[in-house]
């Protein structure tokens, strides 16, 4: 209970300094380039080899109770509802979270962080809300190149046995999913952002002990943040279907 009240109020402190001009633009383009633009390579290999899965999985499957014509619209369904928001909420938060728990724990110790404060900069602003409005940014649109990548190794690997067009497979997958099908899923993943980037910067700048705490940051940072993520993916669901 003592964890999420200092969590309350270095929320309410970090949305008071973040709301107020002015605004650290280069310190965010910056963070996003390290969130979103580094983050890719692997988010992609992560919703690759979830079409490969997928699509091994359920070929037999499907074969089996001759329901084969569905396998193109349940790839595309179960990457673009659950699999490619979580695996990317996931990702994110092993890699991005770690790198800013390290971050700005190593700035804790090393007493960066007080001396910014003398210097009249707000951490709040210029360290933790950059951070988080960047996860915040990047997670949708991450999101949306991992079911890329998923979807079409779900194709090339279907197609390596059953030979079938690229058109004709995404013609079937995508006939009978709506708009509406797309968007919630994929900002919520904006809220999985926003959790990545509160915890870690949150763990980070109450780290205590040296390097020794700083481990102890970054591991906090990744098992807290996945934790929450997967919580939250519990509740948006329900929330979603409501």
């Known amino acids: 209970m003592e964890w999420f009240g200092e969590l309350g109020l270095f ?10 001009p002015p605004y650290e ?17 692997l988010v992609a290999l992560a919703g690759a080899a ?3 899965v997928l699509s091994l999985e359920t070929h037999d499957s499907l074969v089996r ?15 673009v509802k659950e699999s490619g ?14 790198g800013i728990g390290a971050q700005l724990g190593s700035m804790k110790v090393t007493e ?8 009249a900069i707000d951490p709040y602003k210029f360290l933790a809300a950059t951070r988080v409005l960047a996860c915040a940014m990047m997670l949708p649109l991450l999101t949306l190149a991992a079911n890329f990548c998923g979807i079409f190794m779900g194709w090339l690997t279907n197609t390596l046995t059953d030979p079938i067009s690229l058109r004709l497979f995404l013609e079937s997958g995508f006939k009978d999913v709506a708009f509406s099908d797309y968007l919630p899923p994929v900002l919520k993943t904006a809220v999985f952002g926003v959790i990545i980037g509160l915890v870690a910067c949150f763990q980070g700048m109450r780290t205590r002990g040296g390097t020794e ?9 990744v098992v807290i943040a996945s934790l929450f993520v997967i919580v939250a993916d519990v509740l948006l669901v329900r929330l979603i279907l409501i």
């Open 11 to 20: 929320s309410a402190r970090m949305l008071r300094s973040a709301v107020k």
């Open 112 to 119: 960066q962080i007080d001396a910014m404060e003398a210097s």
């Open 65 to 79: 109770f001759g329901a084969k014509s569905f396998l193109p619209a349940l790839i595309v369904f179960s990457i």
């Open 50 to 52: 979830t079409g490969v």
């Open 213 to 221: 705490g700083v481990g102890r940051s970054t591991t906090s940072s």
């Open 25 to 41: 633009w280069r310190e965010l383009v910056r963070q996003c380039d390290f969130v979103g633009a580094r983050s890719l390579p």
């Open 85 to 98: 928001p979580v695996i990317t909420g996931l990702v994110v938060s092993g890699r991005a979270g770690a």
